[in-house]
């Protein structure tokens, strides 16, 4: 089946430790994105990438990093940098251009220990 | 920043009634998106909408991209019990670069 594959579902965090989470895309698409999504708000763009060994940062991107070495994969690394990261992480893909929608995982939720 | 307002913010229903929510934005957008999501899941695109005064249905949902491009209209017809989730509502304006800002969502309810 085609889709877009987070890993782990659950994840948690000690204090100063940086940890990644995975994202895997077998649909052939351009485009992918990491959101974050806080309770009762609406999905906040943190890094965005268009092409491979490019990306570009979003609205949030302080604490966190990324990497695109290949066109199916979009780890998104939470730094310790990063003071607030319980959250749900959601990584999106999309074929490209201005005008098409995107597609997303099933999210993993990240925990503070 | 760019932001949309949408509302209501929740909804409880009686399974057979229709529903119909809205968002808004203060700038022109060039596409808007309708989005569910389930607890612990990530959303699922429901409609998508490119053109202004565009009407599209999915089985039971229509949503219309308003005239005036600045808002757009989410309906679903004869609820059940499945509907229940939370709907979101994304855009792309021409400021975004492509990128899709979100509302903040509009959690339903359906009472059997």
């Known amino acids: 089946d085609g889709g877009i594959t987070q890993s782990p579902k659950y994840l948690f965090r000690k204090e100063g430790q940086n940890v990644t989470l995975s994202c895997e895309q077998n649909l052939n698409h351009d485009a992918m994105y990491w959101y974050r999504q806080d309770p009762g708000q609406g999905l906040r763009l943190i890094y965005y990438s268009q092409i491979v060994n490019d990306f570009q940062k979003g609205d949030i991107a302080e604490g966190y990093s990324v990497s695109r070495e290949k066109k199916e994969s979009f780890p998104l690394t939470v730094t310790s940098a990063q003071k607030n990261p319980t959250a749900f992480y959601l990584c999106?893909?999309?074929?490209?251009?201005?005008?098409?929608?995107?597609?997303f995982g099933d999210g993993t939720r990240l925990s503070i220990l | 920043g760019q932001q949309l307002n949408q509302s209501p913010q929740s909804m409880f229903i009686q399974e057979g009634e229709d529903v119909s929510m809205n968002c808004t934005s203060s700038s022109i957008f060039n596409t808007w998106l309708w989005y569910k999501q389930d607890p612990g899941e990530g959303p699922v695109l429901l409609i998508a909408l490119y053109k202004a005064g565009e009407l599209t249905s999915n089985g039971r949902l229509t949503a219309q991209f308003g005239i005036t491009r600045k808002d757009s209209f989410l309906n679903i017809s004869a609820s059940i019990p499945s509907d229940v989730g939370i709907y979101f509502c994304?855009?792309?304006?021409?400021?975004?670069?492509?990128?899709?800002?979100f509302g903040k969502g509009t959690k339903l309810s359906v009472k059997p």
């Open positions: 999106a893909s999309s074929i490209g251009g201005q005008y098409q929608p995107q597609h």
């Open positions: 994304a855009g792309r304006w021409a400021g975004s670069q492509g990128n899709l800002i």
